[in-house]
């Protein structure tokens, strides 16, 4: 009986392990998830120029947009995520802002 608890005992802390590093990474994901769009009528958007096209920011660089932003929060392939300048809320990944910075290349 002995060697039986043993292995239940080995398998519970795997999994309580594995839960451990997974439950952040599923409550980070929903959270972003969860959160309002900023609205270009917010100061904050409209101090930096922020707009959900990109084709319509006039000061935007080729190739510029938030989903390749170094102060984008999200996953690449995210329709939308959380942002650095925008604390609590989701700008849309082909939006633009001034404060535009190039993710580090790797």
Not at 91 to 106: E, L
Request: hydrophobic share 40%; aromatic share 6%.
């Amino acid at each position: 009986m002995k060697q039986v608890f043993d292995e239940s005992r080995r398998q519970l802390l795997k999994k309580v392990a594995l839960g451990t590093v997974l439950i952040p990474i599923a409550v980070r994901t929903a959270s972003a998830a969860d959160l309002p769009l900023v609205s270009t009528d917010d100061p904050t958007a409209k101090a930096l120029k922020y707009v959900e096209d990109v084709s319509k920011a006039t000061a935007a660089k080729p190739g510029s947009k938030c989903a390749n932003c170094a102060l984008y929060q999200g996953a690449a392939g995210t329709a939308q995520a959380a942002c650095l300048l925008f604390p609590g809320k989701a700008v849309k990944a082909g939006g633009w802002c001034s404060s535009w910075t190039p993710k580090p290349q790797k």
